[in-house]
C-alpha cells in the first residue's frame, strides 16, 4: 500500500509524540505504514508512506537517487551565479552536495495559506525556486539555499520520484496502488 499525504506545516513526520504536538496519525488512519523519508516540522508537502519495506528503502536509501523535488520561499531575489552554485553542489559543513536541478519559478499556482504565515519583511523581497535533489541529508534544501545567500522561509517538497502532490489538498492523502 502506498498512501501520499501533503502534509501540513508543524505537523511532526512520525505517528506518536509525547509532548502532544500534531503527527502524522492526525492525517492518516491506516494502520501499519511509515513515512519513507521524514519531513521537518516546519516543512510542508509531499510525505510518501507505505506497509512495503522494499520500497521504503527504495525511496529512502541514497544510493537508489531517488530524486526529490522542493518549492523554497527564499529571502531576496535569487541571482544566477547562486542558482548556478546550486547546480555544480554546494560545500556544506558535512561535504559538497551532488549537483541539484534548480531554477526561479514564479509562485506555484494553488498554493495554500500557511499558518502562521511566514515572517515577510517589507524591504526585503522574496522569490521561488524549485530544486531538485538525489541525496537527503539533515535540511538539505534549507542549508543549501543558506549557504548561497538566500534563507528559505518556506519549504514544501513538490515530489518523490514521480510522485506528486498535485490534487491532493493541503493535510489530505490519497492511497494508491502500487505498480
Known sequence: MIILLNKPFDVLCQFTDEKGR???ADFVKQKNVYAAGRL???SEGLVVLTDD????NKITDPKNKMTKTYWAQIEGVITKDAITQ????VKLKDGLTRPAKARLIPEPKNLWSRKPPIRERKNIPTSWIELSISEGRNRQVRRMTAATGFPTLRLIRYSVGEWTIDNIDNGKHLKITKE
Open 86 to 89: 546550486l547546480q555544480k553542489g
Open 40 to 42: 521537518d516540522r516546519d
Open 22 to 24: 500534531a503527527t502524522l
Open 53 to 56: 519495506g522494499k520500497l521504503q
